[in-house]
């Protein structure tokens, strides 16, 4: 004889109703291995302890070890965000890559600082002044990583040491983004894309881009390229101001009226 065996379908379904969540989790937690960058914000200079009244702008960046931290990002930020698959050594050296783009900050200061000192009109002796400057605006920019502000914390000390106003008292909303070097050049960045984003969320009128013709690796484009595409997508109000050294800067803003 054979024993007949019978389940409940709602035994069935319970087990089933059980099982999902389990392998939800299990599948989510798995290890997928992205980078990311999105919007972030802009900083005003004189949080870095400078006179001035520009604002520099900074991207977020970082990794996902998982399903779920790239979901939940991607819930936060809706399609303002890029991921690119990377293998679980580069999350290992993360530290290390920290620890180099804190050397770019430290050195695209000295740059900004140095090349502001050359641009300040009829100072002199201005050698102790600006090594407590620079001293200052390391330690106040702890937070930050990468060398993307040089040129705005050129500019907003160029506006101390001359005392000048390129906002005038505020009538115009500036930003921008660009290395600085000891000749005054203005190198190519990353993330612009999302930094114009978030000056066109804080009102910005203009935005100083370096007019590099070197092209990203991501995307093909120039930094000049890419912000002008993303204005165009968004149909945004901003100025796109492409400039290859300070003075150009410089001379662009005191030509405002």
């Not at 389990?22 to 992205?34: A, D, W």
């Not at 930020?77 to 990377?86: A, K, L």
């Not at 983004?177 to 005054?184: R, S």
């Amino acid at each position: 004889m054979k024993a007949v065996v019978t389940v409940k379908k709602e035994w069935v379904l319970g087990i089933f109703l059980l099982i999902i969540p389990f392998l939800s989790s299990f599948i989510l937690t798995l290890p997928v291995y992205n980078n990311f960058i999105t919007s972030g914000d802009l900083v005003h200079v004189n949080k870095l302890g400078i006179k001035g009244n520009v604002y520099f702008a900074f991207v977020r960046s970082g990794y996902t070890k998982n399903l779920y931290e790239k979901y939940s990002l991607m819930w936060t930020y809706s399609n303002n965000i890029e991921f690119h698959p990377v293998d679980g050594s580069e999350i290992e050296e993360q530290e290390e890559e920290l620890d180099y783009e804190a050397d770019l900050r430290d050195n695209t200061i000295r740059s900004a600082v140095n090349v502001a000192s050359k641009n300040a009109a009829g100072v002199n002796g201005q050698e102790i002044a600006t090594m407590d400057k620079m001293k200052e605006i390391i330690k106040k920019s702890q937070k930050y990583y990468g060398d993307s502000f040089g040129l705005m914390v050129a500019i907003g000390l160029t506006e101390e040491w001359n005392k000048e106003d390129f906002s005038r008292n505020g009538r115009f909303k500036l930003a921008g983004t660009g290395t600085i070097n000891q000749k005054m050049q203005v190198g190519p960045v990353g993330g612009i894309r999302y930094k114009v984003i978030s000056a066109e969320r804080k009102k910005m009128q203009y935005f100083f881009v370096p007019s590099s013709d070197w092209k990203s690796d991501e995307n093909g484009l120039s930094n000049v390229e890419e912000a002008l595409q993303v204005v165009k997508e968004r149909n945004m109000k901003i100025q796109i101001v492409p400039v290859a050294t300070l003075d150009e800067a410089v001379q662009f803003l005191r030509s405002l009226r």
